[in-house]
C-alpha cells in the first residue's frame, strides 16, 4: 500500500489510536502521511488529548492548503468576536 500511495500521490492515514500503547506501529514497514494517537489508550485514564503526527512532505501540503482548524492550530481566540490567531508552524 506505501509504494502504491506514493505513486499515486494518495495520503494515507494509520489510525493507530487503540493499538499504539500495545502494539506501536512499525513505520518503517507501514509508512503513513499521518498517524492518529489517543493519549487516552497509551496513559489509560481519560485526558481528552491525542497527537497527529505527520510526515515532513505532508505538513508542507497542510501549510500550503490549511483551512481547518484542530488541537494546538489557534494560539488566541475571543468567543464573542470574530477574532482568532493562529500558531506559528505546523499545530
Same mark, same amino acid.
Given at each position: 500500500? $506505501?509504494?502504491?500511495?506514493?505513486?499515486?500521490?494518495?495520503?494515507?492515514?494509520?489510525?493507530?489510536? =487503540?493499538?499504539?500503547?500495545?502494539?506501536?506501529?512499525?513505520?518503517?514497514? &507501514?509508512?503513513?502521511d499521518?498517524?492518529?494517537?489517543?493519549y &487516552? =489508550?497509551?496513559?489509560?485514564?481519560?485526558? $481528552?488529548? $491525542?497527537?497527529?503526527?505527520?510526515? =515532513?512532505?505532508?505538513?508542507?501540503l497542510?501549510?500550503?492548503?490549511?483551512? &481547518? +482548524? $484542530?488541537?494546538?492550530?489557534?494560539?488566541?481566540?475571543?468567543?464573542?468576536?470574530? +477574532?482568532?490567531?493562529?500558531?506559528?508552524?505546523?499545530?
Amino acid at each position: 500500500l $506505501g509504494n502504491s500511495a506514493q505513486e499515486h500521490r494518495w495520503l494515507v492515514l494509520l489510525d493507530a489510536a =487503540k493499538s499504539c500503547a500495545t502494539s506501536p506501529p512499525d513505520l518503517s514497514r &507501514y509508512p503513513a502521511d499521518f498517524v492518529a494517537m489517543s493519549y &487516552y =489508550k497509551v496513559f489509560g485514564f481519560p485526558t $481528552g488529548l $491525542g497527537a497527529l503526527i505527520v510526515r =515532513k512532505p505532508a505538513a508542507e501540503l497542510l501549510r500550503r492548503h490549511k483551512q &481547518y +482548524f $484542530g488541537g494546538g492550530t489557534v494560539g488566541v481566540s475571543i468567543a464573542d468576536q470574530d +477574532f482568532f490567531s493562529r500558531r506559528p508552524g505546523p499545530a
